[in-house]
């Protein structure tokens, strides 16, 4: 759905396309209107946008089930203001055949400007500033066993246990690209437990 919001005529921009899903920060919308926050409160109000966070705004979806907010990807793009991002749940963890089966709420989001955790929308997100990480395509099993190997620590799973598993399972994984994912993104820690998995593989 569009709703076109007009600007008052001294303005030079002559208005606006508010098109459900999109996100805006203030300062997108405050050459539309000369009083930008007296009409975003009106905007809220009338039910035009919602606010996401400070400063970020977005235009509901209308659903049968009420309204709902945009994709996850949109409030972190516009959130960032970078599209240089991977967003994934912990929880993907689980389907490497390990024995995990914890759920977690949180979606994690790897970039390279923001750390700290914050709520969009009323979704809760794991900022982490990293300097290396893959896209949401180059992610793969092997790429989850590493992320997931750095993380353990914080993890609420029976740590040992799932290090036996991964000792256990290690031959399930692609070789090449599990070395390939450990020397990019892999943390000093789980390097040495790689390097001491294969020592022992090849006794």
């Given at each position: 759905?569009?709703?076109?919001?007009?600007s008052?005529?001294?303005?030079?921009k002559?208005?606006i396309h508010?098109?459900?899903?999109?996100v805006?920060?203030?300062?997108?919308?405050?050459?539309?209107?000369p009083?930008?926050d007296?009409?975003?409160?009106?905007f809220?109000?009338?039910g035009?946008?919602?606010?996401?966070a400070?400063?970020l705004?977005?235009?509901?979806?209308q659903t049968?089930?009420?309204?709902?907010?945009?994709?996850?990807?949109?409030?972190?793009?516009?959130?960032?203001?970078?599209?240089r991002?991977l967003l994934?749940?912990?929880?993907?963890?689980?389907?490497?055949?390990?024995?995990m089966t914890?759920?977690?709420?949180t979606t994690?989001v790897?970039?390279?400007k923001?750390?700290?955790k914050?709520k969009?929308?009323?979704?809760?997100f794991?900022?982490?500033?990293?300097?290396?990480?893959?896209?949401s395509k180059?992610?793969?099993?092997?790429?989850?066993?590493v992320d997931m190997?750095?993380n353990?620590?914080?993890l609420?799973?029976?740590h040992?246990?799932?290090?036996?598993?991964v000792?256990?399972?290690?031959?399930t994984?692609?070789t090449?690209r599990?070395q390939?994912?450990?020397?990019?993104?892999?943390?000093?820690?789980?390097?040495?437990?790689?390097?001491?998995?294969?020592?022992?593989?090849?006794?």
């Open positions: 759905m569009t709703q076109t919001v007009k008052p005529q001294t303005q030079r002559p208005g508010f098109r459900a899903g999109q805006y920060r203030r300062k997108d919308l405050a050459g539309y209107f009083s930008i007296r009409d975003l409160g009106r809220v109000q009338e035009k946008l919602c606010k996401a400070q400063g705004y977005y235009v509901p979806t049968p089930f009420g309204q709902s907010p945009p994709p996850e990807s949109a409030l972190v793009a516009k959130f960032l203001e970078d599209d991002f994934f749940n912990p929880s993907s963890y689980n389907s490497l055949g390990l024995g914890q759920l977690y709420n994690v790897y970039n390279h923001r750390h700290g914050f969009l929308a009323g979704m809760e794991d900022f982490r500033e990293k300097p290396n990480f893959p896209t180059q992610v793969n099993r092997e790429f989850l066993l190997l750095n353990l620590d914080q609420a799973e029976d040992d246990k799932v290090l036996q598993q000792a256990a399972k290690l031959p994984f692609d090449a599990l390939k994912a450990v020397k990019a993104y892999g943390s000093a820690r789980t390097r040495r437990l790689m390097s001491a998995w294969e020592a022992t593989a090849h006794d």
